[in-house]
C-alpha cells in the first residue's frame, strides 16, 4: 500500500525546535515535488513549505527563517526542521507529496494523515 506517514509532532515550549519527517512507503519509483502544510480547526489547510524534486524550496512568509524544509531522496523522505516555535505554529501538519507509482509509472497526488504540534508553555 503507497502511503504518506508522518512523525515527529508534540508538545513543546516556545521557543523550542522539532522536526517533522514525512516517509513514503509501498510501491513507488520516486518522490517528485513535496510540501508540509498546517491547519487549525475551522480554518483552510495553508502550506507551510514546499520542494521541488531538485531542491528547490519555498516557505511561508510566517515561518521563513524559522522552519527549513528538505529531502532524502535515497530514504523517500521529506523533513521539516522547525524552530524558535510560536504558539501560533500550533496545528495538524500535513504532508504532501507527488510520489511516482511502480504500478502506472505515473505520478499520483498523496496526503499523510497528519501529526500535532503543540507549542505551549
Known amino acids: 500500500q503507497v502511503q504518506l506517514v508522518e512523525s515527529g509532532g508534540g508538545l513543546v515550549q516556545p521557543g523550542g525546535s522539532l522536526r517533522l519527517s514525512c516517509a513514503a512507503s509501498g510501491s513507488i519509483f520516486s518522490v517528485g515535488g513535496a510540501g508540509w502544510y498546517r491547519q487549525v480547526p475551522g480554518k483552510q489547510r495553508a502550506a507551510v513549505a514546499t520542494?521541488?524534486?531538485?531542491?528547490?524550496?519555498y516557505v511561508a512568509d510566517s515561518v521563513k527563517g524559522r522552519f527549513t524544509i528538505s529531502r532524502d531522496n535515497a530514504e523517500n523522505t521529506v523533513y521539516l526542521q522547525m524552530g524558535s516555535l510560536k504558539p501560533e505554529d500550533t496545528a495538524v501538519y500535513y504532508c504532501?507529496?507527488?510520489?511516482?507509482?511502480?504500478?502506472?509509472?505515473?505520478?499520483?497526488?498523496?496526503w499523510g494523515r497528519g501529526t500535532q504540534v503543540t507549542v505551549s508553555s
Open positions: 504532501n507529496a507527488r510520489l511516482k507509482l511502480t504500478s502506472t509509472g505515473n505520478f499520483d497526488n498523496y
Open positions: 520542494i521541488t524534486s531538485a531542491g528547490s524550496t
